[in-house]
């Protein structure tokens, strides 16, 4: 053997060890981009900021107020997920740390189901946490998904049987808060065409694939409610579950003009389609409430200031440890005007009308 053929021959035998290497699982790659692209570390939101949407049942409100006061948040809504008397026991111990701070939206109460006279003590219900001070509501997607009638079938979202508790809500000046579906990726199969594999391959119970319901039959029966309940105000939480097409979202909200939506854990999907996520936002800047579903940290709170505030290109998504999808986002760097709806002054609408 010729040194020439030695050196080819030791070259391919270098290139097949460093494809060894980086034989590596999609689940550890997680690779550092190259490019050089403005920063910029908003540590504070621009104007004070309402949190519309978030969960502190678990939290302690003296560590939420440090942190709201590290990142200019005025106030953070809890959406407790107690109910029954824990429901008001957890009103009242963040009213008492600091009642300008705190609201609570209610957590519709499914444990008497199948009780007689339950759709009368639901409203009763209603009108008990109106009085209490509650300032809202919440209708979670056990409603269509798995919560059954007597009779075994399952529950539709639009069950004229609500109605009563509807229009007391609109009576109460009680805004509802819908949140009765999932991503679209949650509703396809989990394989190797899903955008959201590695989440919902870590977290097969997530997925809604084969439900009685797609996730379309379930957006129409809970439109239909916001259609057949002009007097209430609705609150669809999530981009009204549908931020992959913010087309339908910017028609609901034309046709409904008693619905806001909230952009609560869906800054991922909103950021990588910044060109139309912003015009939407412009369009629609007096309905669209801040919210993060997050727990409060000053560093999720300031990737949300990031993609709001600033027009800076390909960072991280705020998120929980359970990343949504292989991509990066980019800022929708809003007018002063705007950002002044979408962090307070929506919220602040829906708060003083209670």
């Keep these: 053997?010729?040194?020439?053929?030695?050196?080819?021959?030791?070259?391919?035998?270098?290139?097949?060890?460093?494809?060894?290497?980086v034989d590596l699982k999609i689940s550890e790659f997680t690779p550092r981009t190259m490019l050089a692209v403005p920063v910029h570390s908003i540590a504070r939101a621009k104007f004070p900021a309402i949190d519309f949407h978030n969960h502190l049942d678990a939290q302690s409100p003296l560590q939420m107020l440090k942190v709201m006061d590290e990142c200019h948040i005025e106030k953070i809504v809890n959406i407790t997920m107690r109910v029954g008397d824990a429901a008001f026991a957890m009103h009242r111990k963040f009213q008492q740390a600091s009642a300008t701070r705190f609201e609570t939206i209610a957590w519709f109460d499914w444990h008497d189901l199948h009780d007689e006279g339950f759709w009368k003590k639901s409203v009763e219900r209603l009108e008990r946490f109106a009085e209490a001070g509650f300032c809202g509501i919440k209708i979670w997607k056990d409603l269509g998904l798995t919560l059954r009638a007597a009779d075994g079938e399952l529950l539709r979202v639009d069950d004229e049987r609500l109605m009563p508790f509807f229009e007391k809500a609109g009576e109460l000046n009680l805004p509802v808060m819908f949140h009765i579906s999932d991503p679209d990726a949650f509703f396809t199969p989990i394989d190797r065409f899903n955008e959201r594999y590695e989440e919902l391959a870590a977290h097969p119970d997530w997925s809604f694939y084969g439900s009685?319901?797609?996730?379309?039959?379930?957006?129409?029966?809970?439109?239909?409610?916001?259609?057949?309940?002009?007097?209430?105000?609705?609150?669809?939480?999530?981009?009204?579950?549908?931020?992959?097409?913010?087309?339908?979202?910017?028609?609901?909200?034309?046709?409904?003009?008693?619905?806001?939506?909230?952009?609560?854990?869906?800054?991922?999907?909103?950021?990588?389609?910044?060109?139309?996520?912003?015009?939407?936002?412009?369009?629609?800047?007096?309905?669209?409430?801040?919210?993060?579903?997050?727990?409060?940290?000053?560093?999720?709170?300031?990737?949300?200031?990031?993609?709001?505030?600033?027009?800076?290109e390909y960072f991280d998504y705020p998120s929980h440890a359970s990343r949504q999808g292989r991509w990066h986002i980019y800022g929708i760097h809003l007018p002063d005007d705007v950002l002044q709806k979408v962090y307070r002054e929506n919220a602040l609408k829906l708060l003083t009308s209670v």
Aim: no cysteine; glycine share 2%; hydrophobic share 40%.
């Design 1 to 21: 053997m010729d040194d020439h053929t030695q050196q080819e021959e030791d070259k391919f035998l270098a290139l097949v060890s460093a494809r060894k290497d």
């Design 212 to 312: 009685q319901y797609a996730k379309e039959e379930l957006l129409a029966q809970r439109d239909k409610i916001f259609q057949r309940h002009p007097q209430t105000t609705f609150i669809a939480a999530h981009l009204a579950e549908k931020s992959e097409n913010l087309a339908y979202v910017s028609q609901l909200l034309e046709h409904h003009p008693n619905l806001y939506v909230d952009m609560s854990a869906r800054t991922a999907e909103l950021g990588r389609q910044p060109y139309t996520a912003r015009q939407f936002f412009l369009h629609h800047a007096d309905r669209i409430l801040f919210g993060t579903d997050l727990v409060p940290e000053a560093e999720s709170y300031r990737l949300h200031f990031r993609f709001l505030e600033t027009a800076d």
